[in-house]
């Protein structure tokens, strides 16, 4: 049975207590490379004034950049995913290693996954954006199925998401939507709350995540081990 949206705010907060260091070390860090990427990519891209085009940039590279921002998120995805459940279930982790897992674990899975799930969401999207809000959060557990099982195909962790979600999409937004406050108020202080903020919503998710994956907010070996044996014998 599903925990009260409080429950999860304050485990989050609780298992968070003395490894907040690392976590917003691993954040800032997270924050550089991608924001380097997202200005070599403006950089180079068509400078429009009063509806002009002025300088025609470099597409070209426009188009490179774009793509390796694409490849590195896609390695971040994981390496973040990973994190966290670490935070949540408790193991120590070294912040440079952690965030090279993502482009070394099943890198090319990592990037078909996080192409398919935008992809899904956006053709969703089109139809109006309600649908493709309720699928995203359908989706919101492949990246932490993907983590707990390497063998699993990018496509098969979308599929297994969405069967997991039947029934708890409503309560993942009632508990990301009880973050909003935080959110406002992190404006007033120019973003700088957001490095507890994040860490604590995203703490939360993943111990919702356990609540359905294992049936607890902690990690239960026997049972990832049952799941394991049962993915076997199908074969």
Known sequence: ?????????????????????????????????????????????????????????????????????????????????????DVAD??????????????VEEYGRNIVLVFMEGLFIFLWSLLLVIPGIIKSYAYSMSMYLAVKDRGLSGIDAITKSKNMMVGNKS????????????????????????LWVVPRHQTARTLFFNEIYYGSIDYVPEVEEEKVVEEEALF
Request: hydrophobic letters at 50%; zero cysteines; charged letters at 15%.
């Open 90 to 103: 408790g193991p120590k982790f070294e912040i440079f290693e952690k965030l090279k897992s993502g482009f």
């Open 171 to 194: 309560d993942l937004f009632l508990l990301d939507l009880s973050y909003i406050g935080w959110y406002l108020l992190s404006i007033l202080t120019l973003g700088i709350l957001l």
């Open 1 to 85: 049975m599903k925990q009260e949206r409080s429950f999860y705010r304050d485990e989050a907060r609780s298992r968070l207590v003395g490894r907040y260091g690392e976590v917003i070390l691993y954040t800032i860090i997270v924050a550089v490379i991608t924001g380097i990427i997202a200005s070599l990519t403006d950089t180079f891209r068509p400078e429009i004034q009063n509806g002009v085009i002025v300088d025609q940039g470099i597409p070209a590279l426009v188009t490179l950049f774009s793509a390796i921002s694409f490849l590195v998120s896609a390695g971040i995805a994981y390496s973040t995913t990973s994190l966290y459940i």
